[in-house]
């Protein structure tokens, strides 16, 4: 098995990149599809939340009321820090089980960890990455597509980029770095690179 752990700010265009990998044949491993998956209702992480936030936090439907959660803690570092605490080891136990599973079904399979916060979570950082790739924009540029794409407020967009790792302590962690301020195709083209580099290492 090869790893690897694909990060990048919100807004950087990492999707396409985690596309483009798994379109080659990776397996792909959603952080934040997991990040879903441990707060989903019933589950002991949503009570925990809860439990911390209370119940404004809810939707009726008893799910989680992600837009009340994000205005808690996109504007307090203490309340995400308490966030972070409760998901992230949730999280960790899940993506543990995923990549063991992918290497018991194919010992040679190339496995994308696809995680916004790498540079923020120590525990992440303890898995045997083969490859940390970052894909990086400039801020101001995820900012416009923050803006255009998810129809955010600049003040919004600039407080969610500011919850984030920097982009000196994210490129700090970096083996490869992709450029995705230019064209699609050239961002896939840097992709195609670091998925040959993947199977070289394992052949």
Do not use: C
Not at 40 to 66: C, M, Y
Not at 161 to 179: F, G, H, T, W
Request: aromatic share 4%.
């Amino acid at each position: 098995m090869y790893l690897i752990g694909l990060t990048g700010g919100i807004a950087s265009g990492k999707s396409t990149v985690a596309k483009r990998l798994a379109e080659q044949g990776a397996v792909h491993i959603d952080a934040d599809k997991i990040a879903r998956y441990v707060v989903e209702p019933d589950s002991p992480g949503l009570a925990a939340i809860v439990a911390k936030f209370g119940n404004t936090v809810l939707l009726q439907d008893g799910s989680l009321d992600r837009s009340a959660l994000g205005a808690i803690i996109f504007s307090d570092a203490t309340q995400r820090e308490a966030l972070n605490a409760i998901t992230h080891p949730e999280i960790w136990s899940r993506t543990q089980e995923l990549i063991e599973e992918a290497e018991q079904n194919d010992p040679w399979a190339v496995v994308v960890y696809d995680v916004p916060l790498l540079a923020e979570a120590a525990a992440d950082r303890r898995l045997p990455f083969d490859l940390i790739v970052v894909v990086h924009a400039d801020t101001q540029t995820r900012i416009e597509r923050m803006m255009r794409d998810r129809g955010m407020s600049r003040a919004d967009a600039t407080a969610r980029i500011n919850s984030q790792a920097s982009d000196a302590e994210r490129l700090a962690i970096a083996d490869i770095v992709i450029d995705n301020t230019g064209t699609i195709e050239r961002t896939r083209e840097q992709a195609d690179a670091v998925w040959r580099r993947a199977l070289l290492a394992l052949d």
